[in-house]
C-alpha cells in the first residue's frame, strides 16, 4: 500500500477507501493543506466517525469523498470507481450512489421548494411517473417522521431545525445511496431534537444497508453511532480503531484530551483530567515533527523534529505518537 500513514488500511474490501488525500487551499496568507495525506477506509455497512476540533479538515475530507472541492493529490477509491479520476458526467452518476447530509439543513435545502417538491427532485428514477414519484416521496417523507399533510408543502423557512435534517435525509436516501455522509447532522440541533435524529440515522442505516461516514467535533456523539472513529487534528489522522475500545483506552493523548473535553454531564464518560489547553497551532505553519507537540502533555524531545507515523499500537488499534499512552494511563473514571 502507498505511503507510510496507511498502516490501518483494510485492503480490497473496502467500500470506500481513501488513500493519502491531500486537500490544499490557496490563500491571500499563504497556502493551507487543509487535509493532509490522509488515509482510511470504511468496509461495506460500517460506520466510520470522524472527530476533531473545529478547522481540523473532517469537512473538507468528507467534501473531498465526493469530490465537491478539488484534490490536490492522493485517491480515492469507491467500489471499482476511482473517484480522483473519473469524468464529470460519470461523477455525476456515482455522486447518486453517495449522498451528504450537512450540518445546516435549512442551508441545505433550497429555499423556494416546499418539502415534497425536495424530496421529489431527488427522485430521478428513469420511467416513473409524477404519480409514482409523488407516492414515493410521501413514503420517504414517512419514513422520517415527517408524514403528517401539513408538511408537503412547507418551505424550508417554515421547519424547525431537526424537521429541516429531516428533509435533507430524505432527499438524501431517495436515490437508494451505499454510502451517506453526514457532516455534523446534529451539532446545530437542540440537544433534545439530537437524540431523536440520530436515532432516526441508526434506524435508516440498517434499513437500507447504508455505509456511513459520520463526522462530529466530539467523541461523545460517535461512540454508539459508529463502529470505527478516526481522530484528526491538524489535517493528519491522529489515531484509528474500534469505536468502543478507542473510547474506553485511547492510544493518541490527542484523542485522551478530546475525550476528557466531552462535557461531565455524560454519565458513561466522567474522566477527571485537564481538558485541552491552548489553540490549534496555525494551520498555514504547522509545527514540525508532530503536529500536536504544542499542546500534547507527553511530549518529548523526538516529537519536536520526527513525525510520527501511524502503526498498530495495540491489536486493531492505530496511532501516529511515539510514545502512545497504555492502559496504566486511562484515568481512573469518576462518580458523577
Ligand atoms: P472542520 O470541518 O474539521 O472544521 P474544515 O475541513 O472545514 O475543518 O477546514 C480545514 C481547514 O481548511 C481550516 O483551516 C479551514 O480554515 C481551511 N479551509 C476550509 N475551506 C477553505 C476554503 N474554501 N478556503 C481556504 N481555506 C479553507
Ligand atoms: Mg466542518
Not at 414519484?133 to 419514513?143: D, I, M, P
Request: negative net charge.
Amino acid at each position: 500500500m502507498a505511503g507510510s500513514g496507511t498502516a490501518h488500511l483494510r485492503g480490497d474490501d473496502a467500500l470506500l477507501s481513501v488513500t493519502d488525500l491531500v486537500v490544499e487551499y490557496h490563500t491571500n496568507s499563504g497556502t493551507v493543506q487543509a487535509v493532509s495525506t490522509v488515509s482510511f477506509d470504511v468496509l461495506p455497512g460500517e460506520t466510520l466517525g470522524i472527530v476533531g476540533e473545529s478547522g481540523c479538515g473532517k469537512s473538507t475530507t468528507g467534501r473531498a469523498v465526493l469530490r465537491l472541492d478539488h484534490i490536490s493529490s492522493g485517491q480515492i477509491r469507491f467500489g471499482e470507481h476511482r473517484i480522483e479520476r473519473v469524468g464529470k458526467k460519470q461523477l455525476r452518476e456515482l455522486r447518486r450512489d453517495m449522498q451528504m447530509i450537512f450540518q445546516d439543513p435549512v442551508a441545505s435545502l433550497n429555499p423556494r421548494r416546499p418539502v415534497k417538491e425536495v424530496v421529489v427532485e431527488g427522485l430521478s428514477i428513469a420511467g416513473s411517473n409524477s404519480d409514482e414519484k409523488s407516492t414515493a416521496a410521501e413514503g420517504l417523507l414517512n419514513q422520517v417522521g415527517l408524514g403528517s399533510e401539513r408538511f408537503v408543502d412547507m418551505l424550508p423557512r417554515q421547519l424547525s431545525g431537526g424537521q429541516a435534517q429531516r428533509v435533507a435525509i430524505a432527499r438524501a436516501l431517495a436515490l437508494h445511496p451505499r454510502l451517506l455522509i453526514c457532516d455534523e447532522p446534529v451539532s446545530a440541533l437542540d440537544v433534545s431534537v439530537q437524540a431523536q435524529i440520530l436515532n432516526l440515522l441508526e434506524e435508516l442505516k440498517s434499513k437500507y444497508d447504508l455505509t456511513v461516514v459520520f463526522i462530529a467535533h466530539d467523541l461523545g456523539v460517535v461512540r454508539s453511532f459508529s463502529d470505527k472513529v478516526m481522530v484528526m487534528y491538524l489535517g493528519k489522522v491522529c489515531e484509528f480503531g474500534d469505536s468502543i475500545e478507542l473510547y474506553d483506552n485511547p492510544a493518541h493523548p490527542y484523542s485522551r484530551a478530546l475525550l476528557d473535553s466531552v462535557p461531565l454531564t455524560d454519565p458513561d464518560r466522567a474522566f477527571a483530567g485537564p481538558a485541552l489547553e491552548g489553540d490549534v497551532p496555525s494551520p498555514l505553519a504547522p509545527p514540525p515533527g508532530c503536529r500536536f507537540q504544542t499542546r500534547c502533555p507527553k511530549v518529548q524531545l523526538r516529537c519536536e523534529s520526527e513525525e510520527p507515523q501511524m502503526r498498530e499500537v495495540r491489536p486493531g488499534q492505530f496511532a501516529a505518537c511515539h510514545y502512545p499512552l497504555d492502559e496504566t494511563d486511562a484515568r481512573p473514571l469518576v462518580a458523577s
